[in-house]
């Protein structure tokens, strides 16, 4: 599930995983937010389903967390 070999590399669950890294230690986004701004800087073909599993991933590895207000943070 997190390595595909037929799948093009900036479709991973990795890739999408470093780069929601590298948007939010810039600044603050709620889940919906950080998807438009993915899609708009790295991927524009990106699913919402691998998205929402690199999320789960770097919560699961307590690299991110979400705030009271629904904004992600990097741990």
């Known amino acids: 599930m997190i390595i595909d070999r037929d799948s093009n590399p900036k479709d991973t669950v990795y ?12 600044q603050n986004y709620n889940v919906e937010g950080l998807y438009e701004e993915l899609k708009e800087q790295y991927n524009d073909s990106l699913e919402y389903t691998i998205y929402l599993l690199s999320l ?5 590895i307590e690299k991110i967390s ?7 943070e990097c741990l």
Request: aromatic share 16%.
């Open 66 to 72: 979400i705030s009271k207000e629904g904004f992600l």
């Open 15 to 26: 890739y999408i995983s470093a780069c929601i890294l590298e948007i939010s230690n810039v």
């Open 56 to 60: 789960d991933f770097l919560f699961l």
